[in-house]
């Protein structure tokens, strides 16, 4: 079974079913039921159109849900003749998808919640661990977001800022999770920035280019993540590192600064260090500084608590995490980070080893474990 296949069909086998009449949430639960007989009849007789095969069963589940509903079945006699097998259209849905998701009916986060499970793709844990939630708490989030707008004429699309922030969340899962979604959301970024003349579009564009052109370097040949300092620059993509660049230089000048613009002028830097000696993390600090004034996030406190370790040393960055809520996601990794530094390798190895038993993913699991193993193993033979 061709997962990624699957994955690639849904946001415009579900535009299809929108455009035909569908409320979103119906729509949805159609493709989802087509989906799971998709995953049953195709490895043992795959179509020769899955696009159309997905929409001809999906919009059969649509129709039998929509008959069997009295509350709608006045949308009946606005749908048209079932669409034979064949070749389905081949407009690409996904970018609409995410405005309509945006609607005004749904507050911002309940409306990113919505588009990053029923277009992005991602699964209910994967948005939780997103948004620093609970599982829990995201399901009911989800499911309330769903009955919002369940019915609802999908004319009045939500707005921009909403938008960019679910790309920046798909990137980030497609970047560092299990999911891969990086590209698509880079290629739906560059859609978005070719219609948008925006500053912070270009400025997410520019964020997602500069961490990509990075992404081969993250790992070793046995699969290990590779952290920042480690990385062989020469693995680096220039040209996709040169485009970030220019694109993020004209959003800057227009002297309209948002937070997605100050974390790419962050990857910028990272990006300009010919080593990761030459770092400027003096004015890495800075750009954190704006980044709290834009947004008071706490994981960007997280993050400028290491830009201050390094640029003025470990112990000032251990000061700056000390203000911080210690249940914060990898706040536990920073503190040993952080006091390895230092030169204090017994708590920094007890703190990897707490911190790989938190870690959300196997990679970063067996990384963590891996620093607190060298790090005792140091203080046995040192």
């Not at 709290?292 to 000032?316: F, I, Y």
């Not at 190895?349 to 038993?357: M, N, V």
Request: net charge neutral; hydrophobic share 45%.
């Amino acid at each position: 079974m061709n997962e990624a296949l699957l994955r690639s069909l849904t946001p415009s086998v579900l535009g299809i079913l929108v455009r035909r009449g569908a409320d979103f949430a119906a729509a949805e639960d159609a493709l989802q039921e087509a989906l799971v007989e998709a995953v049953r009849v195709w490895p043992a007789d795959m179509p020769r159109e899955p696009k159309g095969w997905l929409v001809t069963v999906a919009w059969r589940r649509y129709l039998d849900a929509a008959r069997s509903d009295t509350a709608r079945r006045r949308r009946e006699d606005l749908v048209e003749e079932e669409p034979a097998p064949g070749p389905a259209p081949g407009v690409d849905d996904t970018l609409r998808l995410y405005f309509l998701c945006a609607h005004p009916a749904l507050t911002p986060s309940s409306a990113v919640a919505l588009t990053l499970r029923a277009v992005g793709g991602l699964t209910t844990r994967q948005i939780a661990r997103a948004y620093l939630v609970p599982e829990a708490t995201m399901a009911q989030r989800i499911s309330r977001a769903k009955r919002t707008v369940s019915g609802v004429r999908f004319d009045r699309p939500g707005d921009v800022a909403t938008v960019l922030r679910v790309l920046y969340l798909v990137f980030n899962e497609g970047y560092s999770g299990d999911v891969d979604l990086a590209a698509e959301a880079i290629r739906l970024t560059r859609q978005l920035a070719a219609s948008i003349d925006h500053p912070e579009v270009a400025g997410l564009l520019a964020l997602m280019l500069l961490h990509h052109a990075r992404r081969s370097a993250r790992t070793g040949p046995d699969g290990g993540l590779v952290p920042l300092a480690e990385q062989d620059r020469g693995r680096w993509d220039t040209v996709m590192i040169a485009e970030g660049v220019a694109i993020l230089q004209a959003a800057l000048a227009r002297d309209r600064l948002g937070e997605f613009q100050a974390q790419a002028a962050i990857a910028a830097l990272h990006a300009d260090a010919p080593t990761a000696g030459e770092t400027d993390w003096v004015q890495i600090v800075e750009w954190y500084d704006e980044l709290v004034r834009l947004t008071d996030s706490p994981v960007v406190r997280l993050n400028r608590a290491v830009a201050v370790g390094e640029a003025d040393g470990p112990r000032a960055g251990l000061a700056a995490l000390a203000a911080l809520d210690d249940a914060l996601p990898r706040h536990t990794a920073v503190a040993a980070y952080l006091h390895e530094r230092d030169g204090d390798l017994e708590t920094a190895a007890r703190l990897y080893a707490e911190a790989a038993r938190k870690a959300s993913n196997l990679a970063e699991r067996d990384h963590l474990t891996r620093r607190a193993a060298r790090l005792t193993q140091l203080r046995r033979t040192g």
